[in-house]
């Protein structure tokens, strides 16, 4: 298994502001993900987490909104850009210590936009 | 795009009652991921399935995988309020390089 820990918790952000969470694993993992969960919702793919190059963004999420990066094995960061009352939401990293294998997810951080 | 339906969206049953949780899915499934998510909490990994035709049990739960690697599904028997939580179904996309959840089913339970 993997112990993850993000931060921030949650916060309260302006519009138009920008917000960096953190995601720190115990252990050396190749994969790791970034998740977006919207109230009451599921869990949305917003990107892999590539060690040594670019992210790789899912459909309707661009690096221009959602930068990430990606130095070591162990840690991993997301950038919720230019933010708008619509980008309100729990933001999940994961990681997977085996390829299709089960994910073991962070806490989440809680974002509110005003 | 890849999709993994999931039903019933919600589920209220009284305690002691069971429940069971569908996942289906329009092409073959290399595996099916269950997990559970507690109100206020994050996604917790609890299965997963990849042989045809498997069924796993734990304690109270019991998951199967379809004959057709299709769909799944997760019962619960005599449920508990510790089983409140959201139920998710998880597949490994096409390209095997991430997971597509199902909307999952919220489950709440009256003692």
């Known amino acids: 298994s993997a112990v993850i820990s993000q931060k921030p918790s949650r916060d309260i952000c302006q519009r138009g502001t920008s917000l960096t969470i953190q995601c720190q694993v115990d252990?050396?993992?190749?994969?790791m993900f970034w998740y977006r969960q919207q109230p009451g919702q599921s869990l949305t793919l917003i990107a892999t987490?590539?060690?040594?190059?670019?992210?790789?963004?899912e459909s309707g999420f661009v690096i221009d909104k959602f930068p990430i990066s990606r130095p070591n094995l162990t840690f991993s960061t997301l950038t919720v850009s230019n933010m708008s009352p619509e980008d309100s939401s729990i933001y999940l990293c994961?990681?997977?210590?085996?390829?299709?294998?089960?994910?073991?997810f962070g806490p989440g951080t809680r974002l509110t936009v005003l | 795009g890849q999709q993994v339906m999931q039903i019933p969206q919600y589920q209220h049953v009284q305690e002691g009652e069971d429940f069971t949780t569908y996942c289906n899915s329009s092409?073959?499934?290399?595996?099916i991921q269950w997990y559970k998510q507690r109100p206020g909490g994050h996604p917790v990994f609890l299965i997963q399935l990849v042989k045809s035709g498997e069924v796993k049990k734990q304690k109270r739960l019991t998951f199967q995988f379809g004959e057709a690697k299709k769909n799944s599904s997760l019962h619960i028997t005599a449920t508990q309020t510790t089983d409140v939580g959201t139920y998710f179904c998880a597949a490994v996309n096409q390209a095997g390089t991430a997971l597509i959840f199902g909307k999952g089913t919220t489950l709440s339970v009256s003692s």
């Open positions: 994961s990681v997977e210590l085996g390829r299709g294998d089960t994910q073991y």
């Open positions: 987490a590539n060690q040594g190059s670019e992210a790789t963004y």
């Open positions: 092409t073959t499934l290399s595996n």
């Open positions: 252990s050396q993992v190749t994969m």
